[in-house]
């Protein structure tokens, strides 16, 4: 099973998100990043998201982080 964290920001301006504590022995994993170029937009197998419990949503984008 995998916790998700799915961030939107419709606004014209980027947002530094907190996020919560992903479960214990886990750590989140972009999966989707609608601001990146493709191929990096979809990982399915999900890349490592930056350390430090934030993540930076750009404007007008979608984020989907999984834990694992």
Same mark, same amino acid.
């Given at each position: *099973?995998?916790?998700? #964290?799915?961030? +939107?920001?419709? =606004?014209?301006? !980027?947002?530094? #998100? $907190?996020?919560? *504590?992903?479960?214990? !022995?886990?750590?989140?994993? /972009?999966? #989707? *990043?609608? %601001?990146? *170029? ?6 399915? $197998? !999900? %890349?490592?998201?930056?350390? &430090? &419990?934030? +993540? /930076?949503?750009?404007?007008? =984008?979608? #984020?989907?982080?999984? =834990?694992?």
């Amino acid at each position: *099973d995998n916790d998700f #964290v799915i961030i +939107y920001n419709a =606004s014209e301006e !980027g947002v530094i #998100v $907190d996020l919560c *504590d992903p479960p214990e !022995g886990k750590q989140w994993h /972009r999966a #989707v *990043d609608t %601001a990146l *170029d493709a191929p990096e937009d979809i990982i399915p $197998d !999900g %890349a490592q998201a930056a350390e &430090g &419990g934030e +993540y /930076r949503c750009d404007s007008r =984008s979608m #984020v989907v982080l999984l =834990s694992r």
